[in-house]
């Protein structure tokens, strides 16, 4: 959150959103990648990493952020060719996140309700 918090000018509540709007659209950006890279669809392929390359400039996620940036400019210099460890590192990075994100959830939820 730190990295999210001094990329958004010192605005937690604005870290926040973008995150959450990184991590709501998780997801969607998985299945896109996952069934270009089932068919082998270059141009799908490239649209959805280009998509999930810019959520994850502000927000505070470094190793998605580097992996997808990386994955982003292979594809477009070499293609699809020998990228599988690529796109493999790429679906590891979204599952940690997405798995830190319920966790976060969790961990709020728990101390909401003993609030209440």
């Not at 400039?57 to 990386?70: D, F, Q, S, T």
Request: aromatic fraction near 4%.
């Amino acid at each position: 959150m730190a990295l999210g918090i001094e990329m958004a000018g010192g605005r937690k509540a604005l870290a926040l959103e973008m995150l959450g709007l990184l991590i709501k659209s998780l997801p969607e950006s998985e299945v896109t990648i996952r069934r270009a890279w089932a068919v082998q669809d270059g141009e799908a392929m490239l649209d959805g990493v280009h998509y999930l390359n810019g959520a994850c400039r502000y927000c505070g996620v470094p190793r998605l952020a580097l992996l997808v940036e990386a994955l982003e400019t292979r594809l477009r210099v070499s293609g699809l060719d020998q990228l599988e460890d690529d796109v493999a590192a790429l679906f590891d990075a979204i599952a940690s996140l997405a798995q830190w994100a319920q966790s976060e959830e969790a961990k709020r939820s728990s101390t909401t309700k003993a609030m209440a």
